[in-house]
């Protein structure tokens, strides 16, 4: 596996490829130029017509080229917790799995707060990452649920959407007052839908819960706050993002919203999308996750969901956590997965069983996320940002947690097979992973 460098790159020709846009829900075979770090044209026979002097041809033998993907909901540690992660190792990961932007979380030390604080994750992500990188800002000083953010500033200094991260805003009128300033600005509320109260347990409520002695989370602590944020949506019209949904019950709330014209859009975790609650075997710690894994029911209906639109996006819900917070009791580990770096090879998972199609996929992991965030990304237009990824649909191989460039190794997918690997990653024209 080979990473370079940022040298200004030479035009670059991608011959005999599958083209999937779900920009424009295009999937053909063909060839791609980008020359100044922009998407001149893709074509088929493209080029046959003719190869510009100096440009680089790399021959894709079948592999798919794609909008490169765009993950809204990543926790990187820095500042405050970089033993967990960094801008940097974040962006090789990311690059690494596909992943041209990372939009991170704010729930750093100090939280992303205050315009000085986006501008130095900013700047640090220039300065460090080879990928590209946009935080999201707090909705609440602090993160405290009490005060609010300065929006506007905040989004004028770069901020793209607002949540408070892993944590719910247990007041309404808090909320309902950040959707009526939002709304002004067409900023986006992302919201972490879990009523804190009710999520004092260690996994899914239920039988299986029980067999392991373990305290349960039951997923009306879930409903019960996307059904009040709905409410306070229709009254506000700011537009609202659910953050992770992990269950049919919440399913049904967001098509009630979604029919009636709400602004709401809602993601799913690749977690979410892959494992259920029976993953976590003797309690394997890797698969506690917040929200947490529900039932195979749930799981299914989560696909079904983002096989029809109804779910908008795919996150990798990336959380790295150390050795010392995971192997503890199941009941005291912290909770998290990383998954950045497996998202794509992960969600291909979805596409061999037959049960999303490829196209739709790719819209959910690019095209819709940078919509929502008002992002030049997800696209393989002509004058787009030739953020691409290349991948081999087939290729079969074993994921080895050592390998990864993650600075933690919290995966659930540790030595699990995977079909379909990235090849290529490029950020602007520019190759910034490529597997040898």
């Not at 894709?60 to 490169?68: D, L, S, Y």
């Not at 990543?74 to 990311?94: N, Q, V």
């Not at 804190?196 to 879930?222: H, Q, Y």
């Not at 290729?395 to 379909?420: C, H, I, Y």
Request: aromatic fraction near 4%.
């Amino acid at each position: 596996m080979r990473e370079t460098g940022r040298a200004v790159p030479p035009p670059l020709m991608l011959v005999h490829a599958r083209i999937v846009d779900p920009s424009r829900g295009s999937d053909f075979h063909g060839d791609l130029f980008v020359s100044d770090g922009i998407i001149r044209d893709a074509a088929f026979g493209l080029a046959a017509g003719g190869i510009p002097d100096g440009a680089e041809v790399v021959d894709c033998r079948g592999a798919v080229v794609a909008p490169g993907l765009v993950d809204m909901r990543a926790f990187i540690g820095e500042p405050g917790a970089e033993h967990r992660e960094t801008l940097a190792s974040a962006s090789h990961a990311a690059a690494a799995g596909g992943v041209t932007t990372i939009v991170c979380q704010p729930d750093t030390d100090p939280p992303v707060d205050d315009p000085a604080i986006v501008d130095f994750i900013l700047r640090r992500a220039r300065d460090t990452a080879v990928v590209r990188i946009h935080p999201m800002a707090t909705v609440t000083k602090g993160r405290r649920g009490e005060e609010m953010t300065e929006i506007g500033l905040l989004q004028a200094a770069g901020a793209v959407a607002f949540t408070d991260g892993a944590r719910s805003l247990a007041s309404a009128q808090v909320l309902r007052r950040a959707l009526t300033y939002a709304r002004d600005f067409d900023a986006l509320i992302a919201h972490h839908t879990e009523d804190a109260t009710m999520s004092v347990g260690a996994m899914n409520e239920g039988a299986f819960a029980s067999r392991l002695g373990l305290p349960g989370i039951p997923k009306s602590a879930e409903t019960i706050v996307l059904e009040r944020d709905l409410r306070l949506v229709a009254g506000t019209r700011g537009r609202y993002h659910a953050a992770s949904l992990t269950c049919a019950e919440s399913l049904d709330v967001l098509a009630r919203a979604k029919e009636q014209g709400l602004p709401v859009s809602a993601a799913a975790s690749i977690n979410h999308l892959c494992f259920n609650e029976r993953d976590i075997g003797e309690y394997r710690t890797f698969f506690k996750v917040s929200p947490p894994l529900r039932a195979e029911d749930d799981r299914q209906a989560l696909v079904r969901a983002l096989a029809s639109g109804l779910i908008d996006v795919v996150v990798s819900d990336h959380n790295p956590q150390d050795v010392e917070v995971k192997r503890l009791p199941f009941a005291e580990a912290e909770p998290g997965a990383i998954g950045i770096e497996t998202l794509l090879s992960a969600a291909l998972r979805l596409v061999h069983s037959d049960e999303v199609d490829l196209v739709n996929l790719l819209r959910a992991l690019s095209t819709r996320p940078a919509e929502l965030l008002g992002l030049r990304a997800g696209t393989l237009r002509p004058g787009a940002p030739a953020d691409i990824v290349v991948f081999d649909l087939d290729q079969a191989w074993v994921l080895d947690p050592a390998q990864l460039k993650s600075r933690s190794r919290n995966t659930p997918f540790d030595e699990a097979r995977m079909t379909g690997r990235v090849l290529r990653t490029l950020v602007a024209g520019r190759t910034v992973y490529e597997y040898v």
